[in-house]
Every structure is written in C-alpha cells, then in structure tokens.
C-alpha cells in the first residue's frame, strides 16, 4: 500500500490550497481515509477524515468551516480543500489509511501513512 500527498505550498492568509492524497494497493476502497498534521514542536493532530464510500466526514473543531474532505474511489484520490487558510494552520500534512470503513480522530486507527506534504500560510 502507498499513499501519495500533494499539492502543498506556500498560500496567504485568507487564500487556499487543495491536497490530493493518491493511494494504491487491494481493496482500499473499503477503508477511512484521514488527513493529520504536524507543526514544528507540536505534537500531530487530526485534520479532517472520510468514511470508505465518503458518504460521512468528520473535522476537527478548528477546521469546521474552512476545510473540505472528499474522495473520489474512482481515481484511489481523497482530496482535503483548505480555505480561508490561516499562519496557524502551517504544518506538514500527512495522509493516512484506516484499518476501518467508517471515520476516526484516533490516529492508531491509521496503519498506513503518507509521506506528508509541507503547507505554509503567511500573514
């Protein structure tokens, strides 16, 4: 199984950005997909996650609002649009696979993990 994040960058505060998630392997379409990050010093928190057919989503409290997740199975891609992006929001976002169909907050959940793409929002 690999998992591919894209799409990071450099955004002002205000602006947007989308990450693509591209992931491969048997039967992953079964599985939740989640998205987390992990800013320098801080410890990784989870971002947003999608059920396996996506028809159920879930945030983290700060991102309720702004982000977007979504997948299409089709193409093996979960997609995270982030708007109205904010300094505090820079971190290294990570996907990850769940062991699960439905969605999770609980990263040991996750058994499998991208490599993490850098997004940095400037003031």
């Known amino acids: 199984v690999q998992l591919q994040a894209s799409g990071g960058g450099l955004a002002q505060a205000g602006g947007s950005l989308r990450l693509s998630c591209a992931y491969s392997?048997?039967?992953?379409?079964?599985?939740?997909v989640g998205w987390f990050r992990q800013a320098p010093g801080k410890e990784r928190e989870f971002v947003a996650g999608i059920t396996s057919a996506g028809s159920d989503t879930k945030y983290a409290d700060s991102m309720k609002g702004r982000f977007t997740i979504s997948r299409d199975n089709a193409k093996n891609t979960v997609y995270l649009q982030m708007n109205s992006l904010k300094p505090e929001d820079t971190a290294v976002y990570y996907c990850?696979?769940?062991?699960?169909?439905?969605?999770?907050?609980?990263?040991?959940?996750?058994?499998?993990w991208g490599q993490g793409t850098q997004v940095t929002v400037s003031s």
């Open positions: 990850a696979l769940s062991v699960y169909a439905f969605v999770t907050s609980d990263s040991y959940r996750y058994r499998y």
């Open positions: 392997g048997r039967t992953l379409t079964t599985y939740g």
